[in-house]
C-alpha cells in the first residue's frame, strides 16, 4: 500500500510542476512559449485557462490526500 501512494505522490508531483508552470502568470511564462501570441489575443479567462485552472486543483486536492494518508500509513505502521 505504501508503494501505491508513493507513485500516487510522485506522478501528482510531477503533473503539479507541469500544470503550474503551464499558466499564464502577470508577465507571460511558460505558456506563452508554447502559445506564442495567440493566448494573449485570447485573454485569461478563456475556456482552457478555466479548464487547466480546474485539473490543477483537483491535481492538488489529490497530492494532499496523498500526502495526508502517506503520512498516516506511516505513522501508524
Known sequence: METLFTIVLIASSV?????VLLHK???GG???MFGGGVSSSLGGSSVAERNLDRFTIGIGVIWFATV???GLLLAYQ
Open 25 to 27: 502568470g502577470r508577465g
Open 15 to 19: 503533473l503539479m510542476v507541469l500544470l
Open 68 to 70: 495526508i494518508a502517506l
Open 30 to 32: 511558460l505558456s506563452d
